[in-house]
């Protein structure tokens, strides 16, 4: 393996789940290894592999955790920079959802762009292999990745797809893996070299979203005085067939807004959760 790295200028990367992975690692000259979704997960595993790890100069990558949980993710992250890891990435490969909306892990782009926020030192790939499950839906995800200004991408790729022991379907062939790479090499300006003509419109967002907050505010306000008429009535906080008319009728006035019923659905039942918790509180 190390002559053919060497004669080919390739190096090696090698998914690590228990300590004696990353001594086989460490024997065969492998450098730079990654931390499995299901591996990420289990705050026990990564402390096992944090103490392997330490005093090496492995790079290492963490992938994010089968759940959306921002915290998992962060926490793995943070063992291993205390354990001495400074060649740290994370990779984010979607998530294990009910409704994943076609993939084989939802993207949730949301929680990717949380973590960043929240490790900003960190370099963020994205791995659009595991998220489609299918590779005529990589270039797509992959294209979404370097608009969301990542750092670079894990890709699977095979050169006959068909006869690939696992994950057949997701593999990339030579061919479309050039033809992708060519949309990312392209030279493209910087994240933060906006253009003047943004500006009055990001102002416009900015305007937007402090009246959505005040609006949500009185939304919260109404509830507590709900709550109030409730308890004294003795009524139930949560009455289904009341929230099920509130929801058709916001879905029928996303489509004739031309909402997304999905996007649509999911922020009400965050406000209707909410609106709960500050009746029951």
């Not at 690692?25 to 790890?53: H, K, Q």
């Not at 926490?75 to 205390?82: F, H, N």
């Not at 892990?105 to 998220?131: G, K, Y």
């Amino acid at each position: 393996m190390q002559e053919l790295a060497a004669e080919y200028g390739i190096g090696y990367c090698c998914e690590v789940a228990s300590p004696t992975h990353v001594e086989l690692c460490l024997r065969y000259g492998i450098r730079a290894v990654w931390i499995g979704a299901r591996t990420t997960a289990n705050p026990f595993m990564v402390d096992e592999l944090c103490s392997a790890l330490r005093g090496t100069a492995m790079a290492v990558m963490v992938k994010n955790p089968v759940c959306p949980d921002v915290g998992l993710w962060q926490g793995a992250v943070e063992r291993l920079q205390a354990a001495g890891i400074t060649d740290l990435a994370a990779i984010h490969r979607g998530f294990n959802v009910y409704n994943n909306r076609g993939y084989r892990n939802a993207p949730m782009w949301e929680v990717a762009m949380e973590f960043r926020r929240q490790c900003p030192q960190v370099p963020i790939l994205c791995d659009p292999s595991h998220m489609a499950g299918r590779a005529d839906l990589v270039p797509s995800l992959a294209s979404a990745a370097l608009q969301l200004a990542y750092d670079g991408l894990m890709l699977e790729v095979h050169p006959s797809p068909a006869e690939a022991w696992s994950d057949a379907a997701q593999q990339l062939s030579p061919q479309q893996l050039q033809a992708l790479l060519a949309d990312w090499l392209h030279p493209h300006p910087s994240p933060t070299d906006a253009p003047p003509s943004l500006l009055p419109l990001r102002e416009q967002i900015d305007d937007i979203d402090h009246d959505l907050l005040a609006l949500l505010a009185q939304r919260m306000d109404i509830s507590r005085r709900i709550a109030a008429i409730k308890h004294q009535q003795h009524l139930p906080v949560y009455q289904s067939l009341r929230w099920t008319a509130v929801m058709d009728d916001r879905l029928q006035q996303a489509a004739r807004l031309g909402l997304d019923q999905e996007f649509t659905r999911e922020l009400m039942e965050k406000i209707h959760s909410e609106s709960i918790r500050q009746q029951i509180e």
